[in-house]
């Protein structure tokens, strides 16, 4: 059953994924992003908001773990209390040295796998990456990391490579495009959405703290509760951090007066972010001026009024009237800039030369495709709102008319006059020979 509906899930974010337009909307911040690559989606509309180097792979850091997540939850979600794991040696040999992100976890120690979930998505725990790809990959890590790639490809991710569970060697790369389908198949997982949006979290007593208590903090400071100060964004509602030098990269999803995104900002470079802080967040920073600014200049709602008519085309065969106004059968709800006139959007109408009666209150005439900044942004039917009838008279007149225009009339015409002429030739032909031969006997 749960491999039955993780493949459910896969082709649920396929489907999503082919729905994407080709570009962004065309409309660009007044300041400068620094992040090298980036990418953001309107989750209501599937419109791409803003796209910079969203194909280009690059290094992705600790945005691997969300596969990782992705891969326990698929065959675990339902089990994350009742399964435990214990720490095995040999993962901190791997570890050592590369100033790795920790939870804390230590070597023989045994934790739930919904203990692994947080501690790879809050504090960023390395150890809890790797003792998940131990679990599931039989002892075996390149077992489990062939499991990552081949999940990212069925995910359709072009430029994404995995070479180890949590992100640590420069070999796994990404691209923003990959990192947004990844992040949006793992929100369909209920407890990855729930850790996501989580600041802190308990992981029990435990006698190496003063306290006595054990908590997990999340790097993600755009996160309501995480004290954050100025990187805290009322709309975030969750996300995933990575690093590996002097830049950041981060995924993430928000939510604000019903409309929700997903964006991506990949190599921020710590020089961008403008606050004195210990630890740098740049793309956290950058991410929350791309989405203020988003917040402020787009919002979602109907492109049509379907009281309002679009156009008009001519009636044939209908004494009613010359011509029909068409309405659009939906108001189709869209992004569209908060302030504008409209201008910046294109309505390209798909519709025949005339329209023959009878016609019927809501039938289809023809579509009509809304575009803003040469982005497709969704196709409507217009439809006729009153009956038309047809006059017979007419209708049987224009036959007729359509038939001595037709081809074959015109053939037909022309081989009855070329046997006509041919046969006015012949008869005056033999006419002649016959008045000749009759002369002929009369001299006779």
Sequence with gaps: MKKICSVFLVLVILVGAALLPAGAVGYTPSFEVYAEAAYIVNLDT?????????????????????????????????????ISVTSPAYIYDILYGK??????????????????????????????????????????????????????????????????????DEGNMITARDAYLILRYAMSFDAFVEACGTPSYYMGENPRYASGAYYLHTTNKMLPGANGAEFTRSYNQGGKTGTLGDWQNFAGWHTQNGETYISVVLHSPDSCEPYDYPTERPALYETGELMDWIYDTFSVHAAFDISEPLTEIPVKYSTQTDSIILYPADGLMTLLPIEGDGSESVKIFDLPESVAAPIKAGDVIGT???????????????????????????FVLAKIGEFFSTTYFKVFLLTTLVLVGGYAALYTIATRQYRNSRRQNKRR
């Design 368 to 394: 009509v495709t809304l575009q803003l900044s040469g982005q497709e942004l969704g196709t409507v039917d217009l439809i006729a709102t009153t009956d038309v009838a047809r006059n017979d008279f007419l």
């Design 99 to 168: 100033n790795a992100s920790t939870a804390d976890i230590r070597s023989g120690e045994t934790v739930t796998l919904r203990q692994l979930l947080y501690a790879m998505l809050l504090p960023s725990g390395n150890e809890a990456a790797y003792m998940v790809a131990d679990y599931m990959g039989g002892g075996s890590i390149d077992n489990f990391v062939a499991r990552m790639n081949s999940t990212a490809q069925k995910l359709g991710c072009t430029g994404t490579v995995f070479t180890d569970p949590c992100g640590l």
């Design 46 to 82: 599937n419109i791409i908001v803003y796209e910079k180097e969203s194909e280009t792979p690059m290094v992705a850091a600790s945005l691997v773990k969300m596969m990782t997540c992705i891969l326990m939850l698929e065959s675990y979600q339902d089990q994350l209390d009742s």
